[in-house]
């Protein structure tokens, strides 16, 4: 063992074997036990030369460092400290620095309040190793932005202090660090466009001034198109098919035998920024996607014995009692234990407004509570929890490209052969140059960019709507779809039923049967029962108490209410427990049954008291959407159910539906999927996801209603995070601008590249004329695929529900019954709205206001020429009156209502106000302003 001090604070020691290696036992015992000094900074282990290397926190000599490390044995440092796994960076070295109270192997290189950052060389260019520190980072509440670098080894994080603390990042990103699979090789140079802008420049130079400098920058060039040889290689020898790469090959090499370099340059350079774009925007929905759902606690109160302890989430598991507090987010899934509070679940369900939460209901992790305090028994922690999974699936939802082509891929495979031919064609009447020209116009360089860029854009407006997209091919193909298939039980009706009919026999009246029938059902949670609680609460009236309950699954349940034994439950049950149900009730049930309806009977001591008839309820807005996606252009809206063929035909005529199909098993709905897809349809199959598996894969596109509860394990496609019908239209509207926008980037490139091959036939344009032509126009391509993520950003894609209002369906249903009405009144045939039509499209004005034009217009005018009189402002209210004055609006109060929101709203709140005003001080019908 050698001793050296290299300078004041410090100490080395060499020539120890077990520090060639760092995570053996003997080896951390050893850091451990260095750091129960308390002066002992920081730690570096060095593989190679078996050496480590011990940083003191202030200035001492070498006898005060020798007593201070001789105070401590090795024995000593065994389990007294949390020491990190030490794992060896690429030149063999390990670092361990204090933070505080934790010892970590990531040193802190700035600590400001709220904002830190980190280096670690583990992260020194490994983008997929950043990746997983990234995928963690977006699940921690309290992080509110960060920034990992490959090209530094750094992370950069902006939190809030009072919900996370800085040691419980250092230990959160050691176990991240810990668990992530290791990346073994590094990133290729990713300076690509730094070193094409570069070569552009000096092929510039090259060719217009120093023509001795083409040589040089000639191989220059050939290595910043390597990337482009590799991608034609494996197009043509691994997929054996003809691709864009092949093309922008073959370009370079015919720029290099013509001497065009400075053309070549600028070709690498813009395929440089394509991809460099494409990578950016991937990372960036991929950020978004998850930042939807994924902010998790990292530490939870632990209740234990009635006292409660904060401990890190790691350490909570199923079984165990946390609490959660007023302003907290919940930790784990679980169920109250104990106590009321509202809870906050708009992030994680899409639900508008808190929900109220007691004993027994189910809550999930990283929802908020507002109000209150309760105990909630663990189900399902840590990555277990349904916010893990969600994050999970959005983390690999836009990877989904890798295996398929997407729709820009194949048009621009699609044009390589007609530009081929045209090349060829070329060379025989313009020779070389010309026919450079037209290769380099190959249509597909920009479109197999712009689409994929249009489409992670796409999928981010999805996440922020509420609508988990579990594979992206699905965005693609809802375009296309011409046929919804939709469930019907769970899906256009409720889980719940709705009491229609209460029947009484004999000497009970029908109050008396539903306070039996409540008092019977008050303690269970299935769907019956809530309805028949919900019809007697409307009596404003106390349940009674019950004892000696008996339940059988599937029959009934058997109570006693103070001495009176009542019994609810089917026809069945009421044979189970040997009471005589007379015939005439028989016939009652079997047309309720015929209805649809279901029967529960009620039994008093040993006679049926009556009965209630409960009838499936239809889901709010259900008539809407059927509307709307008629507006979308869905030619045929069919209904499958398992139920009887009256009630689902009745459902279908008052929905005004094309087809039915009743009395379906659940396995047997694949086989109808498959009818209409024969029939040459796509089919998007919506249900509720429970025995609807096999359909939900044969379809087209599959869509679930189950929400957040079966993320993880629902064969849908698409899964509504809540439990709303008219996402589907939303989702739709999606889907057609993402067409829309594909064609448009298609028409971008098109246009400029077909006239310069035109050019390059009759007006002898070269290759310079073709490159800037065809990367132009794929840079404003790339630009209109970057189109729907800034709609997205700024929330105006689509008519969002508000998240104010307490009612469910507040201005997407005013929309939809608006669109429904005008559809019925002009008996037009299916047309597709556009979204800019949908979102410029001010709310009508009314006729009262019109009335008040005049006056606005002659006491302006006279205010610009009389003191006193707010002349202006009153010209503007009669500007802005005069825009809105057509029932639909005019072109200019749309463009006031995109522009100027705000000021629009303020005239228009004045007058109405003002009109309000007046109809008061003047009661007289014939000197109201406003009907």
Known sequence: MQISYPCTGRVRVAGVSFLANPESSECRRFVAALFLVPDVRSVEISTEKSAIEVSFDKPISSNEIAIKLGSVSLQNGEGALTIPCLKADRNG???????????????????????????????????????????????????????????????????????????????????????AEDQ??????????????????????????????????????????????????????????LGVDVLDAIVVVMCLVTYEIFAAAVLAWCLSLGRSLLDKAHEDSRRRLVNVFGKQPRSAWLYQDGVETLVPLERIKKGDVIAAHTGEAIAADGIVYEGDASVDQRALTGESVPVEKE??????????????????????????????????????????????????????????????????????????????????CDFGTGIRMAAPLALLSSLSACSNRGILVKDGRALEQMGAVDTVLFDKTGTLTQERPEVCKILNFGKFTKEQVLTYAAAAEE??????????????RELNQPLPATDHSSYKVGYGISVHVGKTH????????????????????????????????????????????????????????????????RERGVTQIVIISGDHDKPTRKLAEELGVNRYFAEVLPEDKARYVELLQSEGRKVCFVGDGINDSIALKRANVSVSLRGATSVATDTAQIVFMECDLWKLCEFMDISHQLERNVKLSWQIILAPNLF????????????????????????????????????????????????????????????????????????????????????????????????????????????????????????????????????????????????????????????????????????????????
């Open 523 to 536: 303690r269970l949670e299935h769907p019956i029962a809530a309805a028949i609680v919900d019809k007697f």
């Open 566 to 629: 009542v019994r609810v439950g089917s026809s069945r049950f009421m044979m189970l427990e040997k009471i005589a149900v007379p015939e005439e009730i028989r016939q009652i049930e079997a047309e309720a049954h015929a209805e649809g309806h279901s029967m529960v009977f009620v039994a008093i001591n040993k006679t049926v008291a009556g009965a209630i008839e409960l009838a499936p309820q239809l889901r709010p807005g259900v008539r809407e959407v059927i509307a709307g996606l």
């Open 359 to 440: 004993v027994g209901s189910r809550v999930y992790a990283s929802t908020l509570v507002i109000g209150g305090r309760i105990l909630i028994t663990v189900e399902k922690a840590g990555k277990e929890t349904t916010t893990s999974k969600i994050s999970a699936i959005l983390n690999d939802t836009t990877a989904f490209r890798l295996t398929s082509q997407s729709k820009g891929e194949v048009l621009a495979d699609q044009a390589v052969i007609p530009t081929l031919a045209l090349a060829s064609l070329g060379f025989g009447t313009v020779g070389l140059q010309g026919a450079t020209a037209i290769i380099n």
């Open 93 to 179: 070295c390990v670092g361990v620095f204090r933070q505080g109270t934790v010892v970590s192997t990531w040193e802190v290189a700035s600590d400001l309040p709220n904002r830190l950052r980190l280096r670690h060389p583990r992260l020194f260019k490994k983008k997929k190793l950043c990746q997983d520190v990234e995928r963690e980072l977006m699940t921690v509440l309290g992080v509110e932005r960060f920034k990992v670098s490959p090209v530094t080894g750094s992370v950069l994080i902006h939190y809030d202090a009072s919900a996370v603390a800085k040691e419980q990042l250092l230990e959160f990103l050691e176990e991240t660090l810990h668990q």
């Open 756 to 931: 310069c091959i035109a050019g390059a036939f009759f007006m002898g344009f070269g290759v310079m004329a073709s490159v800037l032509a065809n990367n132009v126009a794929a840079l404003v391509a790339l630009a209109n695929g970057l189109r729907p993520r800034r709609i997205s950003a700024g929330g105006a894609l689509l008519p969002m529900r508000t998240q104010k209002t307490t009612q469910r369906f507040s201005l997407s249903s005013s929309l939809a019954k608006y669109l429904f009405k005008r559809r019925l009144a002009a008996l037009t045939a299916p047309k597709t709205q556009s979204l800019e039509q949908i979102q410029s499209t001010p709310p009508p004005v009314g006729k009262g206001p019109q009335k008040m034009s005049a006056f606005f217009f002659w006491t302006g005018s006279a205010g610009l020429l009389l003191p006193g009189v707010p002349g202006l402002p009153l010209l503007v209210i009669w500007f802005i009156l005069r825009a809105s004055k057509k029932p639909s609006g005019s072109a200019v109060d749309r463009w006031l209502y995109a522009k100027y929101p705000g000021i629009r709203s303020l005239a228009l709140n004045f007058v109405h106000n003002l009109m309000k005003d007046t109809n008061t001080r003047f009661p007289n019908p014939n000197q109201r302003l406003l009907n």
């Open 184 to 241: 073994t090789s590094h990133d290729e140079n990713k300076r690509g466009l730094v070193l094409c802008t570069a070569t552009m420049a000096a092929a510039a130079v090259a060719q217009f001034a120093t023509p001795a400098l083409i040589i040089p920058v000639a191989g220059l060039l050939l290595y910043t198109v390597i990337p482009t040889f590799i991608g034609a290689r494996d197009t043509l020898f691994k997929e054996r098919r």
